[in-house]
């Protein structure tokens, strides 16, 4: 087998598949002098909101502070608890802090995602919301959440950062609960050059405050100063640059789920793999592969192994779940979660990769565990 290099990801590749566009939507934004609150901005914001079917979308600085803005509006605060899953970016418990509640942490399922019955095992009576993470491009078993969100009276304020465009029963991920927030990070499936993200609502009070909140709490038509508020706008040049790829989207997911099928054909029969389901394998979901997260037996050998032979894998978060990185205090053991996180590994998983590249990294895992 010839050796090839496969990287994890590929940055530059963000920008040079589509450099001319790019350069001429940067052009044309430059000329204009539009770079703060322009039209790109409010056109993008209208495109998303058409793309999820949510009723208002809100271009943001980054999805962290979205979910902080989201959580603000939804008067979550001192005194109050939210339900997140472990497994996920420490944004999340973040944003959840910085609004000046309690992130209490709850297991993933062997799905990668907030497993409901964890989340019912740490209710309180100070438990105001769940905030669930569409990891990985998938949204939860939203069912059972909003189930325990009605019968606790709770909100559910999505973390769909990861997520946009995948659906759970034909809904889009981010339209579930009273507001959620999406990341375009440039690794994102919709990324753009630098941080930016959204919030989405159905409902105009939020949809109200979170534009307050993220424009220093002015309004926008008197210009009067009518709360404390942030700096948290998506820049309008990255508008620009969003509204073109959200045009082009589908392609995008189309690709990755491409990918997803390879790896299930190529590697579905190892014994030693959990691999993510299959694009389509579940009538409930329709997943955009943000990222390829499996479990290995012998992870950390596999992963030296493909390193070895030029295939770049990465471990989430840093090989951590949230409530083990010990200088945040959190004081509790989620055993599934922990030994989660012994076995889980991301394979190349993005629009740069070809069926040359996904056959190899396959060829390569098959050899390790002898299985050529
Ligand atoms: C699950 C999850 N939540 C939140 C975030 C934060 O997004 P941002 O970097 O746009 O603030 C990320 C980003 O990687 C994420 O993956």
């Not at 990861?162 to 889009?172: C, D, E, P, T």
């Not at 990185?325 to 989620?334: I, P, S």
Request: net charge negative.
């Amino acid at each position: 087998m010839t050796s090839r290099n496969v990287p994890f990801f590929n940055y530059p590749y963000v920008f040079t598949s589509q450099e001319e566009e790019f350069l001429s939507i940067i052009q044309d934004v430059g000329r204009r002098g539009a770079f703060i609150m322009q039209s790109d901005l409010l056109d993008f914001e209208q495109h998303l909101a058409e793309y999820t079917g949510a009723k208002y979308a809100l271009g943001v600085s980054n999805a962290t502070d979205g979910l902080h803005i989201a959580l603000r509006a939804a008067g979550i605060g001192p005194g109050e608890e939210v339900i997140f899953c472990s497994h996920t970016m420490v944004a999340t418990a973040a944003a959840i802090h910085y609004a000046g509640a309690t992130p209490i942490p709850a297991e993933c399922g062997p799905d990668h995602l907030l497993d409901p019955a964890s989340v019912e095992a740490v209710i309180t009576t100070r438990t105001k919301a769940i905030m669930p993470t569409q990891l990985n491009g998938r949204t939860c078993d939203m069912d059972a959440l909003q189930a325990i969100a009605n019968e606790h009276d709770l909100l559910i304020i999505e973390d769909a950062a990861q997520a946009l465009g995948s659906k759970y029963k034909g809904k889009m991920a981010g339209t579930f609960g009273l507001a959620s927030a999406i990341s375009f990070y440039p690794a994102k499936n919709l990324g753009c050059f630098g941080d930016g993200g959204a919030v989405l609502t159905d409902d105009e009070e939020m949809y109200d405050a979170m534009k307050l909140l993220r424009d220093h709490g002015r309004d926008e038509e008197t210009g009067d100063v009518v709360m404390w508020g942030l700096n948290t706008r998506l820049d309008n040049l990255q508008a620009a640059i969003l509204d073109y790829k959200l045009a082009h989207y589908a392609d995008e997911i189309g690709h990755r789920r491409k990918i997803a099928a390879l790896y299930q054909e190529k590697l579905g029969d190892l014994k030693e793999l959990v691999l993510p389901p299959a694009p389509d394998s579940h009538p409930d979901h329709y997943d955009i592969f943000q990222n390829c997260e499996i479990e290995a037996e012998h992870r950390d050998e596999l992963r030296a192994y493909l390193k070895e032979h030029g295939v770049g894998t990465l471990i989430q978060w840093g090989g951590k779940a949230v409530h083990q990185f010990e200088k945040l205090g959190f004081n509790v053991r989620l055993p599934y979660t922990e030994r989660m996180f012994t076995r889980c590994l991301m394979l190349p998983m993005n629009r740069s990769l070809s069926d040359e590249d996904v056959a190899y990294v396959c060829a390569t895992i098959r050899r390790f565990y002898g299985s050529e």
